[in-house]
């Protein structure tokens, strides 16, 4: 983690939060206002930490750093340090060929280790020239720290470190946006150790991410020879929130692999990165969901009929499969609400969401009217896809089951909508629009109670979907839908108020009913009449009850065996060849369709029974002879009871 600071007291402050989670820290010497106060702070971390590790850079300007003193001035201030207690000193390149060699030498006594560093800012190339320049000293450990201007220039990278780790300790990456691959990669390729950013804000190099990103989400500490790679390509990537939610899935459901940001510059320099690194898989979007067809040797139906990919799996031989989830993130969450058959949709937009939703419903057999900015774009997509368009001016007259946002009006701005109050002419409002979480179109909706789709549940239903493409894993839906919520830092708002009145209302009324018959069956009086027919409440549903009170969140969802079956990436059996000699695609057999309920299943607690209570489940089977227990009452039973992680409980 590299450490920086105005003072060297602040330096020693963040060091000492520092070595809480790590002990490899990079004090940034430059970067403070008096570089040569940094060796006593230093000393003072290593009389209470002898334990950390750490290295000691004072970057000259000239360089890319922020010290603008002298080479003499910059090594005095870096032997100190060594003095003070810093393991590895680094000094560049630069520097090194400014001294003479007994200087050098004379430095080279006072310290450990020596790292020789050379950093680009502006491109990758020349390494090997670079590293002859640098071999010329007789260092400890080779930096060789580059510039991405694509995402090839990760591979180079690769290439790079993989030809020199063998016979020299070597620490490579790229920086800048693109180099975020390397950042990652680059240990399992030869580099001995990476960097992270304390905070971010805190990044001492274009596109450093942060130490806790690198550990946390990218799990960098496990990455080896045999991770697999996946990541999302597109231009601009930054914004994505695929990295957070595809690496929560793989840790929860402990698949070996990291999924990374792929900031593409065109579909070459794409294809080189998935060919080179190898990239097991690749969630595509803007601007390539329709690029990327004429690339795939093969692909599902729905790519085929809507000429559009989201999704690439990279077979053992090299082939690329496609498929579109982006259909299933929008009919998946409808049909949680409404049996899309004969339902009336309008579509707002005539983009490639639109074009998506537009399949997705039709082919559940909706009648789907479409409003688009560009009438001429509506009334093409309208003939070819058999839909109906209308103009704005014709909602004063009509009403819909379902009205789908599919522009991009609302994103990065909760004030505006593409509809106006009066014109929300739907019983549910689906806005695909996921940042911020609540738009103001959904808002109104809710206003107006009516049914409000976040296009949260889109991002994390097509993504769901891709997890159980690769992995042929059950996706952890709620881990993944949780993991946006943390990152958009926003809290989940249920699709109406009135199902979120209904949620509480059940959750408390099963509650009763459980501690009621559990009360029963301990021997105590006659279980009041239901609300509903009778549950056959065993002793084990009431303690599961127990997890439930009201207002909780929903229980799981149902159990991964009744989750879509999966299609294993490698298995290019699923592929249905193409008749010889004819000229269509062939087609992939398009995975069975999922039956389970993605919905939160409040009523269906699935948390185990708490080992606390094995003498209660006794009882329960097995009466008192003796006077009953008094009837608990349901907040004292939670109360007594409070919820367990079961060992399936994953987190
Ligand atoms: P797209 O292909 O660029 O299409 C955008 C559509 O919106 C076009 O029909 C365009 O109309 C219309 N539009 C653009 N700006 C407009 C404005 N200011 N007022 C009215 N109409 C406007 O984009 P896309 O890929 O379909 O994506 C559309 C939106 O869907 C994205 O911005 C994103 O928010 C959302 N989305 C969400 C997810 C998810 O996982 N939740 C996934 C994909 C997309 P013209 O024909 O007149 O240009």
């Known amino acids: 983690m590299a450490i920086t600071g105005e003072d060297a007291g602040e330096m020693l402050e963040k060091a000492e ?138 591979v180079t990278m690769i290439k790079f470190l993989q030809s020199t780790s063998d016979h020299h300790f070597m620490v490579g990456l790229c920086m800048g946006e693109q180099g975020i691959v390397s950042r990652v990669l680059a240990v399992r390729a030869g580099s001995v150790f990476t960097f992270g950013a304390a905070t971010r804000g805190e990044e001492t190099g274009p596109g450093q991410v942060t130490m806790r990103e ?138 490639g969401a639109a074009r998506a939703a537009i399949f997705g419903v039709k082919q559940k057999g909706a009648e789907v009217f479409i409003l688009n900015r560009t009438p001429q774009t509506a009334q093409a997509l309208a003939r070819k896809m058999g839909a109906k368009t209308i103009k704005r001016s014709d909602l004063a007259k009509m009403e819909f089951d379902v009205i789908i946002n599919a522009t991009p009006v609302g994103m990065g701005n909760p004030k505006v909508s593409p509809l106006e109050e009066k014109e929300l002419k739907g019983k549910i409002i689906f806005d695909l629009v996921y940042n911020p979480y609540e738009t103001k179109l959904l808002k109104m909706a809710r206003a107006q109670n009516l049914i409000a789709i976040s296009g949260v549940e ?97 229980a799981k969802p149902a159990t991964p065996a009744k989750a879509l079956a999966p299609v294993k990436p490698a298995e290019p059996t699923k592929v249905v060849a193409p008749v010889k000699g004819s000229t269509a695609k062939p087609a992939v057999k398009a995975p069975p369709k999922s039956t389970a309920p993605l919905k939160p299943a409040a009523k269906k607690p699935t948390k185990s029974i708490p080992s606390k209570s094995a003498s209660a489940k006794k009882s329960a089977t097995k009466p008192p002879a003796k006077a009953a227990p008094a009837k608990p009452k349901a907040k004292d039973f939670v109360k007594k009871h409070p919820p367990v992680k079961s060992k399936k409980t994953r987190r």
């Open 214 to 351: 690198l550990r946390d989400v990218y799990r960098i500490e496990t990455v080896d020879a045999v991770t697999r790679v996946y990541g999302v390509a597109g231009d601009p990537i930054s914004h994505s929130l695929s990295p957070f939610t595809m690496n929560t899935g793989f840790r929860r459901e402990n698949v070996h692999a990291a999924f990374l940001p792929l900031p593409s510059r065109g579909m070459d320099d794409l294809l080189t990165c998935v060919r080179e690194i190898p990239i097991h898989g690749m969630s595509v979007t803007m601007p390539y969901k329709q690029e990327i067809v004429g690339h795939l040797d093969n692909s599902d139906v729905v790519t085929q009929q809507t000429g559009a990919c989201n999704t690439v799996v990279r077979g053992q031989d090299g082939k690329l499969y496609g498929f579109n989830t982006d259909v299933a993130g929008i009919v998946t969450p409808l049909e949680e609400h409404i049996a899309l058959q004969g339902a009336t949709v309008l579509v707002l937009g005539a983009g």
């Open 17 to 154: 939060a520092a070595v809480r989670e790590v002990q490899f820290l990079e004090f940034r010497i430059d970067y403070l206002k008096k570089p040569e106060t940094a060796s006593f702070k230093i000393k003072q971390l290593y009389e209470m930490r002898p334990d950390v590790i750490t290295i000691a850079t004072c970057r000259r300007v000239q360089a890319g750093g922020r010290f603008k003193g002298t080479v003499a001035a910059q090594m005095e201030i870096l032997s100190k340090a060594a003095a003070a207690g810093c393991q590895i000193v680094d000094l560049e390149l630069e520097s090194a060929e400014a001294i003479k060699a007994a200087e050098l030498d004379k430095f080279r006594s006072k310290i450990t280790a020596l790292l020789i560093s050379h950093h680009d800012f502006k491109a990758t190339k020349k390494l090997e020239e670079t590293f002859e320049r640098m071999k010329q000293y007789n260092a400890d450990f080779y930096k060789l720290v580059t510039t991405a201007t694509n995402l090839r220039d990760n």
């Open 458 to 554: 889109m991002f994390v239903h097509q993504g769901a979907r891709q997890f159980e493409i690769w992995t042929g894993k059950p996706a952890p839906v709620d881990e993944m839908r949780l993991e946006v919520f943390r990152q958009l830092g926003e809290k989940p708002i249920p699709p109406t108020p009135a199902a979120a009145q209904r949620a509480a209302a059940a959750a408390e009324r099963e509650l009763r009913e459980a501690a009621a018959m559990l009360a029963f069956e301990q021997g105590g009086e006659e279980p009041p009449p239901p609300s509903r027919p009778a549950p056959k409440i065993t002793a084990k549903a009431a303690k599961a009850a127990r997890i439930i009170p009201a207002g909780a969140p929903p």
